[in-house]
């Protein structure tokens, strides 16, 4: 089996799995619309963002898409735990294929889900008023799609440490409340304490949320092009360091 063949398999498996649950698909869309309906509506009537086009809903628009994607691919890597209690990651490990290609196909086929998500809330910006054109869709998607296989591969990272859904899931709650909130996704990442902008710009999903608002809003703090370096580093990074460790516990996974 060539290296091509085995990323498409793989990512053929997690993307067929994503769309067998269409519960997921229903809920990951109707928890961001509750978010940007209730959450954008209730706190922006208090909140006035200055030269910010569409109010607060449209301010936080892409900090809600890179929420939804952020969510989406670190706990799907709850899949990994899955294949370890049902013996499928050994007949992976014993598959011809480098580590770094077993990870990339889980990783595409994570995030295939993750894009699906963001697409369906793009197509839906009428809802908060933010006018949609092809290049801005087709920007957002790129964009979209380097954050994904960034924090899939966070997610596969965390994984491979864990035995047990349970302790997954509470590693979870503390890695991805923090990252959601200091990305800036809710607020403006402007005239923050010093302490605290550190912090932030520490966080990779700042730097995609912020690619995401000025592609789609036109009003981004960073240039794009460092934020789109930022993350695909980011992305590239996570995916090494998952093989890594995929590569490490393979002993004790055989």
């Given at each position: 089996?060539?290296?091509?063949?085995?990323?498409?398999?793989i990512w053929l498996r997690e993307a067929k799995r994503y769309v067998r649950y269409k519960s997921r698909i229903i809920t990951a869309?109707?928890?961001?619309?509750?978010?940007?309906?209730?959450?954008?509506?209730?706190?922006?009537?208090?909140?006035?963002?200055?030269?910010?086009?569409?109010g607060y809903e449209a301010f936080i628009y892409p900090g809600i898409i890179s929420q939804t994607i952020l969510f989406t691919c670190?706990?799907?890597?709850?899949?990994?735990?899955?294949?370890?209690?049902?013996?499928?990651?050994?007949?992976?490990?014993?598959?011809?294929?480098?580590?770094?290609?077993?990870?990339?196909?889980?990783?595409?086929?994570?995030?295939?889900?993750?894009?699906?998500?963001?697409?369906?809330?793009?197509?839906?910006?009428?809802?908060?008023?933010?006018?949609?054109?092809?290049?801005?869709?087709?920007?957002?998607?790129?964009?979209?799609?380097?954050?994904?296989?960034?924090?899939?591969?966070?997610?596969?990272?965390?994984?491979?440490?864990?035995?047990?859904?349970?302790?997954?899931?509470?590693?979870?709650?503390?890695?991805?409340?923090?990252?959601?909130?200091?990305?800036?996704?809710?607020?403006?990442?402007?005239?923050?304490?010093?302490?605290?902008?550190?912090?932030?710009?520490?966080?990779?999903?700042?730097?995609?949320?912020?690619?995401?608002?000025?592609?789609?809003?036109?009003?981004?703090?960073?240039?794009?092009?460092?934020?789109?370096?930022?993350?695909?580093?980011?992305?590239?990074?996570?995916?090494?360091?998952?093989?890594?460790?995929?590569?490490?516990?393979?002993?004790?996974?055989?």
């Amino acid at each position: 089996m060539g290296e091509f063949e085995g990323i498409y398999t793989i990512w053929l498996r997690e993307a067929k799995r994503y769309v067998r649950y269409k519960s997921r698909i229903i809920t990951a869309i109707f928890t961001p619309l509750l978010w940007l309906l209730v959450f954008g509506v209730g706190l922006g009537s208090a909140i006035k963002l200055g030269g910010t086009t569409g109010g607060y809903e449209a301010f936080i628009y892409p900090g809600i898409i890179s929420q939804t994607i952020l969510f989406t691919c670190i706990m799907s890597g709850i899949g990994i735990i899955i294949d370890k209690q049902y013996g499928f990651l050994k007949e992976i490990m014993v598959a011809p294929l480098s580590r770094t290609s077993i990870i990339l196909g889980k990783a595409l086929g994570i995030s295939t889900g993750a894009i699906i998500q963001a697409m369906l809330l793009l197509l839906l910006s009428f809802v908060v008023g933010v006018p949609m054109t092809p290049l801005i869709f087709i920007g957002a998607t790129i964009i979209s799609i380097i954050i994904s296989i960034g924090f899939s591969g966070l997610g596969l990272l965390i994984a491979s440490f864990m035995d047990s859904m349970e302790g997954f899931n509470l590693v979870m709650s503390f890695v991805i409340m923090p990252i959601f909130l200091l990305s800036g996704a809710l607020f403006p990442v402007t005239d923050l304490p010093s302490w605290l902008n550190f912090i932030v710009y520490l966080d990779p999903l700042t730097y995609g949320v912020d690619a995401l608002r000025g592609v789609i809003l036109g009003e981004s703090v960073l240039p794009i092009e460092l934020s789109l370096i930022v993350i695909s580093f980011f992305a590239i990074l996570m995916i090494l360091l998952s093989a890594i460790v995929f590569t490490k516990k393979e002993q004790n996974l055989m």
